[in-house]
C-alpha cells in the first residue's frame, strides 16, 4: 500500500470501485459542490474534481476538493499541465495534501481554443506524463524535481487517463506503457460505448500485462438525449458512438431518451465488469449527478465497501 487513499484500498482488496465527477461551478458558490458532493455521497469510492475543463473557467479543483473533504468525502483532485508550470503544480500538490487530499489525476488540458479564453496562452512546462514522473519522485523519493528534500512528502495514489478510441488505435496501449513505466497507479478511460472496441483495447493491455501494474477504471457517460449521441459521435474528438447506439436512443420518444441512455450506461457496466483486467467504473454522468445513485444501485455495485 503506498498511500492512504480510500481508492487504493478499495482496489487493493479486489473490489470493483466507483469513481464519479463533480465540476465545480463558474462562481464563488461553495453550495454547489456542497450540494454535487451530498448526491454521491455512499454511492463512490472518490470524486473526480475538474480542473478547468472545457478550458473554461470554473472554481479550482483545489478548493472545491477542500470543500468535499470537509464533507467526508474523498476527492480525487485533477491537475492539467496546461495551466501551471512545475512550481505551481508542486505547490498545489503540497497544499492539497495538507487538506487531507491523497489521490489525484494527472492530465495536460483541453486546448484554450475549446473554451472562453481562446487567447489564453498555455503553458505545458511539463506534459502530464512527466507530471505523473514528478508526483511519484515527491511521493516515493520525498524530493522536489529540483532535486530538494521535502519535509512530509505528499503521499499521493497517482492516477491518468487513457483514450481506447483515439486514432491511431494501434498506439494507443503503447501510450498507456508509457504511463505505467512513469509510475501511474490508476487509469480512468475515456466513455465507452463501443465495447468490442475496448475489449480488443484490453486484450492488448493484458498482452502487454499493464492490468497487473496498473488499476483501469472504464469510463461510462449515461446519455441524456440521442441528440446528445450523436453530438458526441459526430462532433467530440476521439470520441466512438456506433450508429447502433444512437439509432437506439432515437427509437425512443423525447421524454423516454434520458432513462434508454441510462438503462445503456448501465448494460456497459455488467457487460464491462466480466472483463478481466477492469478494476472498477468511472461514472461521468456530466451536470447529472442526481443520476448517480440509480446507475450505482442498479448496476450491482452497493454497497461500497468500507475500509479504514
Given at each position: 500500500?503506498?498511500?492512504?487513499?480510500?481508492?487504493?484500498?478499495?482496489?487493493?482488496?479486489?473490489?470493483?470501485?466507483?469513481?464519479?465527477?463533480?465540476?465545480?461551478p463558474r462562481g464563488a458558490v461553495p453550495e454547489k459542490v456542497k450540494e454535487k458532493g451530498q448526491l454521491l455521497a455512499g454511492f463512490v469510492d472518490a470524486v473526480n474534481v475538474t480542473d478547468n475543463q472545457t478550458a473554461m473557467v470554473r472554481?479550482?479543483?483545489?478548493?472545491?476538493?477542500?470543500?468535499?473533504r470537509q464533507m467526508g468525502l474523498n476527492p480525487l483532485l485533477q491537475m492539467v499541465t496546461r495551466d501551471r508550470n512545475r512550481l505551481a503544480m508542486q505547490s498545489e500538490i503540497l497544499s492539497a495534501y495538507a487538506h487531507g487530499i491523497d489521490t489525484m489525476l494527472c492530465l495536460s488540458g483541453d486546448h484554450p481554443h475549446?473554451?472562453?479564453?481562446?487567447?489564453?496562452?498555455?503553458?505545458?512546462?511539463?506534459?502530464?506524463?512527466?507530471?505523473i514522473q514528478m508526483v511519484k519522485t515527491m511521493r516515493?523519493?520525498?524530493?522536489?524535481?529540483?532535486?530538494?528534500?521535502?519535509e512530509?512528502?505528499?503521499?499521493?495514489?497517482?492516477?491518468?487517463?487513457?483514450?481506447?478510441?483515439?486514432?491511431?488505435?494501434e498506439l494507443r496501449v503503447m501510450r498507456l506503457a508509457k504511463k505505467v513505466a512513469a509510475g501511474v497507479d490508476f487509469i480512468q478511460t475515456q466513455c465507452i460505448y463501443n465495447i468490442p472496441k475496448f475489449e480488443k483495447w484490453m486484450e492488448g493491455v493484458r498482452?502487454?500485462?499493464?492490468?497487473?501494474?496498473?488499476?483501469?477504471?472504464?469510463?461510462?457517460?449515461?446519455?441524456?438525449?440521442?441528440?446528445?449521441?450523436?453530438?458526441?459521435?459526430?462532433?467530440?474528438?476521439?470520441?466512438?458512438?456506433?450508429?447502433?447506439?444512437?439509432?437506439?436512443m432515437a427509437a425512443k420518444p423525447k421524454e423516454e431518451q434520458a432513462q434508454e441512455g441510462?438503462?445503456?450506461?448501465?448494460?456497459?457496466?455488467?457487460?464491462?465488469?466480466?472483463?478481466?483486467?477492469?478494476?472498477?467504473?468511472?461514472?461521468?454522468?456530466?451536470e447529472w449527478e442526481k443520476i448517480v445513485p440509480e446507475i450505482v444501485?442498479?448496476?450491482?455495485?452497493?454497497?461500497?465497501?468500507?475500509v479504514a
Open positions: 500500500m503506498k498511500t492512504n487513499s480510500v481508492l487504493e484500498k478499495v482496489l487493493a482488496n479486489g473490489n470493483l470501485a466507483v469513481t464519479s465527477e463533480c465540476g465545480p472554481m479550482s479543483s483545489l478548493g472545491a476538493s477542500i470543500l468535499l475549446f473554451g472562453d479564453h481562446p487567447m489564453a496562452a498555455s503553458v505545458h512546462d511539463i506534459d502530464s506524463i512527466q507530471l516515493d523519493e520525498g524530493r522536489f524535481q529540483g532535486g530538494a528534500e521535502i512530509n512528502p505528499p503521499k499521493m495514489f497517482i492516477g491518468a487517463a487513457a483514450n481506447p478510441f483515439a486514432d491511431p488505435f498482452n502487454r500485462g499493464l492490468h497487473e501494474k496498473c488499476y483501469i477504471l472504464a469510463g461510462v457517460t449515461p446519455m441524456k438525449s440521442a441528440g446528445m449521441a450523436r453530438y458526441m459521435k459526430n462532433k467530440v474528438p476521439g470520441m466512438d458512438v456506433p450508429d447502433d447506439v444512437v439509432a437506439r441510462v438503462d445503456i450506461c448501465i448494460e456497459t457496466i455488467q457487460r464491462l465488469s466480466q472483463v478481466e483486467g477492469v478494476a472498477g467504473f468511472h461514472i461521468m454522468a456530466i444501485e442498479r448496476a450491482g455495485l452497493l454497497p461500497r465497501p468500507q
